[in-house]
């Protein structure tokens, strides 16, 4: 069994997301279930209470601004995991400040891999299986017409293990808790 984390994502419920939770339910139905999302702070055990760990995220957006960013090419991080995503190509700079910002605290974390901005498509089972299946995700991804910017405007705080996750608190980045 897996032990309870936390993370912190921003749900993309733009034309983008919902591309990708259509793609993913096509590739792998098993994960079909899974919200699109820009992972802010990866699952992670905390370090205080979760009262801390909200009070982090509400203080923070309170007071910053939303903004844009935009989706670049279809990549994965094999052989480090068998997942394929979408590259945050414009303003990643924008996600990593936020990832900074958020890693303190109670959310303060020593994460395994360097934070990479990203909207993940599937986290396959293997390797082999990524190999198969990217370059169907490519060809998906290059025939889609939509717009490719995704408008961070809400962050979720999160709790869960695996493939299960249930939303804490959702907030406002311009300024707030939303309530649920």
């Not at 900074?100 to 934070?115: F, I, T």
């Amino acid at each position: 069994m897996e032990s309870l984390q936390y993370a912190l994502v921003a749900y993309v419920r733009s034309p983008v997301g919902i591309f990708v939770e259509e793609l993913r339910r096509k590739i792998y139905p098993e994960h079909g279930h899974l919200a699109a999302h820009v992972t802010v702070l990866p699952p992670r055990p905390i370090s205080g209470s979760e009262e801390e760990a909200l009070a982090t995220v509400s203080s923070f957006a309170s007071s910053h601004p939303a903004f844009e960013i935009g989706m670049g090419e279809v990549e994965s991080f094999v052989p480090s995991t068998p997942t394929i995503f979408i590259r945050v190509a414009r303003a990643a700079y924008r996600m990593r400040e936020l990832h900074d910002a958020m890693n303190v605290g109670a959310l303060q974390y020593e994460e395994p891999w360097p934070y990479m901005p990203h909207l993940t498509i599937a986290k396959l089972d293997c390797t082999p299986d990524v190999e198969q299946v990217i370059e169907r995700v490519r060809q998906n991804w290059r025939q889609y017409t939509g717009s490719r910017q995704v408008l961070i405007d809400n962050l979720t705080f999160v709790r869960g293990s695996g493939h299960t996750w249930f939303d804490i608190a959702r907030f406002s980045l311009e300024g707030g808790k939303v309530p649920q």
